[in-house]
């Protein structure tokens, strides 16, 4: 079976890469402005759910190691493939009008609104007011898992050829990027002002977005028609059509390939994923302030990451997903340094601007790169529960290794005292990226003379 991107190009007219101007242009597209607005939903329980989190909990007297640990309520969203079959064979009851893709995403969003809600009202005071916090996050990590997949699978098979899909990359790492920034940034000097908790409940609220954008958009016609062609999902052969049948489906479609493609998958980010839970109690402990952080974020940070997905996407044009995947990798380690030489540096304001623009510009890149060549990668048939596969290998190492982060943190500081404890181990994750560059480079040129005839 073809894959998404190559049945496209088979039915498509070949047509020029577009230059900057042509690329923001289609940003007003009524296709393109909903794929934003997904992103942002899709982007906006992330961090509430995780490294947000860790500064509430950081400022609260949480310990590192505790930190570290309740991060891995992420990986509730590297194993959404158990699942994506199920959001891609079946409609949402009484929802079914809206189409699979639309029915699902609205339930989801519901549910990470009231989910985001109830960490707003219980909040982490005392023990078990942390297990309950812990509660509703994992309840809208779950639920915003779900979103990914849906709107994935929508991003995937709304495109018309390979370039749109370039574009709702593009778009789609906007509106998430926004998100995050939102969420890491503007929440902070909410939060100086209203207390965390109210921050969180406008967090909550703010999901009418996704809500209005799933409202606006158009259900995929192609995930009409795979919908109606496969097995009934109850059946024998439809189960294993379901959950074996994506992963056999890939194996044939990419041959000897597949497996190379996986590994570069599952490490092309695994450096992000390691410093994440650490990276706000590093700014509490390096004596920076909420507003600080904040205004950083939400000023500098925010074109700095416009700028890096911007570019991402103009590089997905021009110069193909595979060439574009090795620029990411290679932008990818400094992010770790920049952080490395914040420890190095103590609180200075001009050294953490620095390392925020360095941290956006590359974090924004490597997304759109790392998202566009997986989707160029899924088969019509498979959308969801492949993409979701492919997102799980992403992230699932990562994820599992990060909860290690706080204590890693702590081992190395009897030794070295806190702060260059945190310089060693950012420095640590950024060595992961090189084996990351080397197989990306070798995964290229194979795919090239696999294609030769």
């Known amino acids: ?10 039915t498509a007219p070949k047509k020029q890469a577009k230059g900057w101007r042509d690329v923001m242009r289609a940003l007003r597209r009524p296709k393109v402005l909903v794929m934003l607005l997904l992103g942002f939903s899709s982007g906006l329980p992330f961090l509430l759910t995780g490294n947000t989190l860790g500064f509430w909990l950081r400022e609260g007297g949480s310990d590192l190691a505790a930190i570290g640990f309740l991060s891995w309520i992420g990986i509730v969203y590297s194993l959404k493939m158990l699942w994506a079959p199920l959001v891609d064979r079946l409609d949402v009851p009484g929802l079914g009008w809206l189409g699979r893709r639309r029915g699902w995403m609205l339930v989801s969003q519901i549910i990470i609104g009231a989910g985001l809600l109830g960490m707003a009202a219980v909040g982490p005071a005392g023990g078990e007011g942390l297990w309950a916090l812990g509660g509703f996050a994992l309840m809208a990590a779950f639920a915003s898992a779900t979103q990914d997949i849906v709107v994935d699978a929508w991003r995937i098979e709304s495109a018309a050829d390979g370039e749109e899909q370039g574009l709702l990359s593009a778009a789609y790492q906007i509106g998430y990027r926004a998100a995050m920034l939102a969420t890491d940034s ?98 509490v402990d390096l004596g920076l302030t909420k507003e600080v952080v904040g205004t950083v974020r939400a000023s500098v940070g925010l074109w700095a990451s416009v700028a890096g997905i911007a570019l991402g996407g103009l590089c997905s044009v021009k110069l193909g997903f595979g060439k574009t995947l090795i620029l990411g990798a290679i932008l990818g380690p400094f992010s770790n340094l920049a952080f490395s030489a914040m420890a190095l540096a103590g609180p200075d304001i001009g050294v953490f601007t620095a390392a925020i623009i360095v941290d956006n510009i590359s974090t924004g890149f490597a997304g759109v790169a790392l998202t566009a ?48 404890a945190y310089g060693l181990f950012f420095a640590g994750t950024a060595l992961v990226g090189v084996p990351v560059v080397i197989l990306c480079i070798i995964l290229n040129r194979a795919t090239a003379a696999h294609r030769q005839p």
């Open 186 to 283: 503007l929440i902070l000097l909410l939060a100086a002002g209203i207390g965390w908790q109210m921050s969180y409940g406008v967090a909550g609220l703010t999901m009418v977005i996704g809500i209005g954008a799933t409202l606006a958009a158009t259900e995929p016609v192609r995930a009409a028609l795979t919908g109606s062609a496969v097995k009934p999902l109850w059946s024998a052969s439809g189960l294993f059509d379901a959950y074996v049948g994506p992963l056999l489906v890939f194996l044939r479609s990419h041959g000897q390939l597949a497996l190379l493609m996986l590994l570069v998958v599952c490490l092309y980010r695994l450096g992000d994923f390691m410093i994440g839970p650490m990276i706000n109690p590093f700014y």
């Open 373 to 420: 060549y997986m989707s160029s990668l899924t088969s019509i048939g498979y959308t969801a529960t492949q993409y979701a596969l492919l997102t799980s290998f992403y992230a699932l190492l990562g994820k599992v290794l990060k909860g290690f982060s706080g204590g890693i943190v702590d081992a190395l500081t009897p030794a070295w005292g806190l702060l260059h």
């Open 1 to 10: 079976m073809a894959t998404a991107h190559q049945a496209a190009e088979e």
